[in-house]
């Protein structure tokens, strides 16, 4: 960018709820501004990207969150998102999250509760669809569990693996992936308490713990991680709403500090971000602090780069809010906004 105190931020929206498509933004790494640069409509509902920095070009990839299921990659070298080729099927609707795992991008597919795996070109767009793992199973909340749901995919820390979080079966899949065909192979599945409907997962930086976020209850789930085996284990559950709160309350996104002392997670319902301090031996979290995330129905929360600032995607507020974390308490201060009509998801890179 020519200025080494600017970023860049990428945000995913809603287009069938108004949302812009991918909006593509600088940041100001000293007050955490972000100035849009450009935007592309050229996918339907791109409600999480992933960004790739590791080719030729810088490359994003977006989910198309519809029912027939697609991922698209976007060359993102200039002001604005370039669409590379047209969108790729993923073969399973409603996907909802995905992530890049060496030469392949990862969807998790929410309306049919699998993930898929697409091989990444030389140019950096998508190929045909290569692997597909389908869970199976339900939960005891009806509404909501009367099949899998797989929320959220993404390797773990050694590359060894892929994790995938079924909010549907109240579990954590964990599956091998070739480099060289992109099939995935089941490994094991680690069961969590019944009815938590668990979201998203994010690991320490010591890579041998892992804390995985439930929606369906307001809890954090604790859990050691073996990169060897390829073994979630859970630990123990903490809340990340204070006691004696109205709610409903429904956990959305989880994000770890850098340095492995604070955890911070978005939950909606409240519209609230709560703050969580980790024990030295990262085996225990406990919630310190709950404040407003400055809008309504915060469905991501994304850190700089900096580590910094912590970013807000209020979805049905329409807005991304940006917070001065302290770092000796790790409380965020609420420091601006951008407006962002139907805002589901920021990435930075």
Do not use: K
Not at 50 to 63: E, F, H, I, Q
Not at 68 to 83: E, M, W
Not at 102 to 121: E, F, K, Q, W
């Amino acid at each position: 960018m020519g200025d080494t105190r600017r970023t860049r931020a990428f945000i995913g929206s809603f287009t069938s709820a108004g949302g812009r498509g991918v909006l593509a933004a600088e940041v100001d790494q000293d007050t955490g501004a972000l100035s849009v640069t450009g935007a592309s409509d050229a996918v339907a509902d791109p409600s999480f990207l992933a960004l790739a920095l590791d080719g030729p070009r810088d490359v994003l990839y977006a989910v198309s969150e519809t029912d027939a299921g697609a991922a698209a990659a976007f060359d993102v070298t200039g002001p604005a998102p370039r669409l590379l080729g047209a969108p790729v099927p993923v073969g399973a609707s409603g996907p909802t999250h995905l992530a890049v795992a060496g030469g392949h991008v990862l969807t998790a597919n929410y309306g049919s509760g699998s993930v898929t795996s697409l091989p990444r070109t030389a140019d950096g767009s998508l190929g045909a669809a290569t692997g597909l793992v389908r869970h199976e199973g339900s939960g005891p909340v009806t509404d909501r569990q009367a099949a899998p749901h797989a929320h959220q995919v993404l390797p773990d820390p050694s590359g060894r693996w892929v994790l995938a979080v079924d909010l549907g079966t109240d579990s954590v899949a964990v599956s091998a992936l070739d480099p060289a065909t992109g099939a995935l192979r089941p490994h094991g599945a680690t069961p969590l308490r019944p009815g938590t409907g668990p979201r998203h997962l994010a690991f320490h930086p010591d890579g041998r713990h892992a804390y995985v976020l439930n929606e369906l209850e307001p809890t954090l789930t604790v859990c050691r991680w073996d990169a060897q085996d390829g073994v979630l284990e859970p630990l123990g559950e903490t809340p990340v709403v204070p006691e004696g709160g109205v709610g409903p309350s429904y956990p959305s996104e989880v994000v770890v500090d850098p340095g492995g002392r604070f955890l911070w997670a978005a939950v909606r319902g409240d519209d609230t971000l709560a703050v969580l301090a980790l024990y030295e031996t990262g085996e225990n979290a406990r919630l310190v602090a709950s404040v407003p995330c400055g809008g309504h129905w915060p469905r991501d929360l994304a850190l700089a780069p900096s580590g910094h600032h912590l970013y807000a995607a209020n979805e049905r507020s329409g807005d991304v809010t940006w917070f001065t974390l302290d770092p000796e308490t790790g409380l965020p201060t609420r420091t601006g906004s951008l407006p962002a009509p139907a805002a589901s998801c920021v990435v930075f890179g």
